[in-house]
């Protein structure tokens, strides 16, 4: 029997996708994937939101998970645009190539 | 009061001169030897009226209120230290001040003459007044910080007119010697100067003396202000900067270095002599000391060559014999040698000059000869001073020198000893100035042939100073031990007094008669003993201890703590910052996701600590 749905089984999940997305900013060099990855722990964090917003019977939670996911969508967008831009300059999204910060 | 006017003519002597000189040497122009000269002399002679005037109305005053007070400002205020800038006047410094006033308007006199061809007379002569100005100072001051004052002023004086020729590298390094060795004597008198405000709370001398200082005080007190003394007055340890200080010009070596400066040593001493006579031992070692310079000095002045540096060690033998007046308790006698050396010494060295004047700059003794029919005026007075310095009836000399020897045997501080090394030192004395004498005005003439052409006698600007010089060598013995301080010792036995008398005399006579038949017929330069002639080689031993010791010292220190321990330590941190600049670079690797990566593990260290934290204790 399929165990009802509790709100500490999502945090759980926020947890790993939080890590998988922190791992995947960490570990892999390609600037979009570090992007999607960003998205992912920010997805994460709304899952928590909405698992706390539940656990303690408050809306705010669910609130904040709609303002994320708008600043989200904007961050995405000004991400892409500066990606772009790089690319632009460097011809390259790998972000090896990408080190003038030690210069 | 008009005590301050004694010591402002020389100080207006010595600015007005010091201005032409600047004057001068801005509008390039030369100012006349005569000009300088007469202001500078002007100076010292209404120096010299004043302290006569002030003499003689001390005479009128009975003996025990004879003190003239004269506060000029409030010098110094500091606390529990109160100066004020005050001139004191009593009948030992009267006879200094007659002594540097009188024989100092002599000497300014004689420089204009012996001066005249000199390129800056104006610098010279202001030199001069400010060697005055600060010698009066000395003996002037109520206090001893005024006193020290005085004699640092004095030895500036005589650091700059030794090394007057600046040109001549040699000149310059005697003065610097003079100034350097007179610097440890005066370590040791600020060293003094603390001890007695310490242990009085006072540095005015006549309260010094009323007060006193505690039995076990005196010893160190005394020990210090003689080492101060020994520096100033060129006394053994101290004494190897006189015979080079001969390099200044003639008449600055009869004023600084024979008849004034040096005998500063004497005045301090005789001033704190209520002091430093509690203690045995100061006294006991003033005497030893002098007895010693006497004697060593005396043989080294047999060996000298140069004119001068004859006269430059009789110099030091005969401080010696005031030392050792003042060791064994009789002060006023050694201020009696004082006042007479004064006068024959600053004769001799005068007379010395008008002989090197006369010969173009020649002092080789062995250069000289037969100089008495072509120098009447300088042989005769040189005469006079050779008969004072030996002590000779009715001459000065003969008065303070045998007072001198008379005590050494007979004061309840006196010796055997002593006596013996007196006496020896009054032969030696009568060997060394005839062997002097007869070199230079009889016998046959060694004089180079192309100088002796132009042998000339002195001009009468220099030879007044020496014939009036000469008189007072004549009579200066007459006015007789014109103070009396320190310890009073009576002549109880005449007979003893008239034995040493005679005994000395004739021991002096006989010195003369050697010199005489060993020297008087003398055509070629004598090999003299090397040894005596470089001094006994105290200067090599100061060199070898202290000059080249202090530079193994450094040079030891420079090896062994400087590049084994300094260097390393400096060499091995820089490896150290280098290395742990290396390892730490890694980090610093430039790509984004390292740092990321580093701020994950760190966030996660801290909260792995916080929740440890919170699981532990419950709450953070």
């Given at each position: ?103 | ?75 110094i205020s500091l606390g529990k230290l ?152 060129a006394q053994i340890p101290l004494f ?77 033998s005969q401080l010696g014999f005031m ?298």
């Amino acid at each position: 029997m399929i165990p009802e749905l509790q709100p500490w089984m999502l945090l759980i999940v926020a947890m790993i996708v939080f890590t998988i997305g922190l791992l995947g900013v960490i570990v892999r060099k390609n600037l979009l994937i570090m992007l999607m990855s960003i998205e992912l722990m920010l997805n994460s964090v709304n899952l928590c939101f909405v698992a706390f917003s539940r656990i303690h019977h408050l809306v705010e939670g669910d609130l904040t998970a709609l303002f994320v996911m708008t600043v989200a969508a904007a961050e995405s967008a000004v991400g892409l645009g500066l990606v772009i831009a790089l690319f632009r300059t460097l011809r390259t999204v790998d972000s090896d190539q990408i080190q003038m910060l030690r210069d | 009061m008009i005590l301050s006017l004694l010591i402002l003519f020389p100080a207006v002597g010595f600015l007005i001169n010091g201005l032409l000189h600047l004057m001068a040497v801005n509008s390039k122009r030369k100012i006349s030897a005569n000009v300088s000269g007469f202001i500078a002399t002007a100076a010292m002679v209404a120096s010299f009226g004043v302290a006569l005037y002030q003499f003689l109305l001390l005479r009128n005053i009975p003996a025990e209120g004879r003190i003239f007070e004269q506060t000029l400002f409030n010098w110094i205020s500091l606390g529990k230290l109160q100066l004020d800038f005050t001139l004191r006047l009593d009948s030992l410094s009267a006879v200094f001040c007659l002594v540097i006033t009188g024989v100092g308007s002599l000497i300014h006199l004689y420089s204009i003459g012996y001066m005249h061809d000199d390129e800056t007379p104006a610098k010279y002569f202001s030199y001069l007044n400010l060697f005055c100005f600060m010698m009066l100072n000395l003996v002037l001051g109520a206090t001893l910080p005024h006193v020290f004052l005085g004699w640092e002023g004095v030895g500036l004086a005589s650091y700059l007119l030794i090394g007057y020729w600046y040109r001549d590298l040699e000149k310059v390094a005697a003065g610097q010697k003079a100034f350097i060795m007179n610097r440890i004597g005066d370590l040791a008198f600020l060293l003094a100067m603390f001890l007695a405000f310490r242990a009085t709370g006072t540095l005015d001398l006549l309260q010094l003396q009323k007060i006193g200082l505690e039995p076990a005080l005196v010893l160190p007190f005394g020990l210090l202000i003689f080492f101060a003394c020994t520096g100033k007055s060129a006394q053994i340890p101290l004494f190897t900067w006189l015979p080079d200080a001969m390099a200044g010009p003639t008449p600055v070596s009869a004023l600084i270095h024979a008849a004034t400066m040096v005998t500063s040593g004497i005045y301090l001493l005789t001033r704190l002599s209520s002091v430093i006579s509690s203690s045995e031992t100061v006294l006991m070692v003033i005497a030893m000391t002098g007895a010693v310079t006497v004697f060593l000095s005396a043989l080294m002045a047999c060996a000298q060559t140069d004119i001068k540096k004859v006269l430059a060690y009789s110099t030091i033998s005969q401080l010696g014999f005031m030392f050792l007046g003042c060791g064994v308790g009789a002060f006023d006698a050694g201020v009696f040698h004082v006042m007479t050396h004064a006068f024959f010494k600053a004769l001799l060295f005068l007379g010395a000059g008008s002989v090197i004047h006369a010969l173009h700059g020649e002092q080789d003794i062995f250069k000289m000869g037969g100089l008495m029919k072509k120098l009447p005026i300088t042989s005769w007075t040189f005469i006079m001073g050779w008969a004072a310095i030996l002590g000779l009836p009715p001459f000065s000399g003969f008065f303070s020198k045998d007072e001198i020897i008379y005590q050494s045997l007979t004061s309840p501080h006196g010796s055997v000893s002593f006596f013996i090394l007196a006496v020896a030192a009054a032969f030696l004395t009568a060997f060394y100035m005839t062997r002097l004498l007869v070199l230079v005005f009889f016998g046959p003439s060694r004089v180079d042939a192309k100088v002796a052409a132009k042998i000339h006698e002195s001009p009468m600007l220099m030879a007044a100073p020496l014939i009036v010089l000469s008189i007072l060598a004549l009579v200066g013995g007459w006015l007789g031990a014109p103070v009396h301080v320190g310890a009073e010792t009576t002549t109880e036995s005449h007979a003893i007094e008239y034995a040493v008398m005679g005994g000395s005399v004739v021991m002096a006579l006989i010195g003369a008669f050697i010199a005489h038949k060993k020297y008087g017929q003398t055509s070629k330069a004598e090999k003299v003993n090397s040894f005596l002639l470089n001094g006994m080689k105290w200067d090599s031993f100061y060199l070898c201890t202290f000059g080249t010791g202090t530079q193994k010292i450094a040079t030891g220190i420079n090896t062994f703590f400087e590049e084994m321990i300094v260097q390393r330590l400096i060499r091995w941190s820089a490896v150290a910052v280098d290395l742990s600049g290396n390892i730490l670079k890694i980090a610093q690797s430039g790509s984004a996701q390292g740092y990321l990566a580093m701020m994950a593990i760190a966030i996660f260290a801290i909260l792995a600590w916080v929740i440890y934290g919170v699981g532990q204790y419950g709450k953070l």
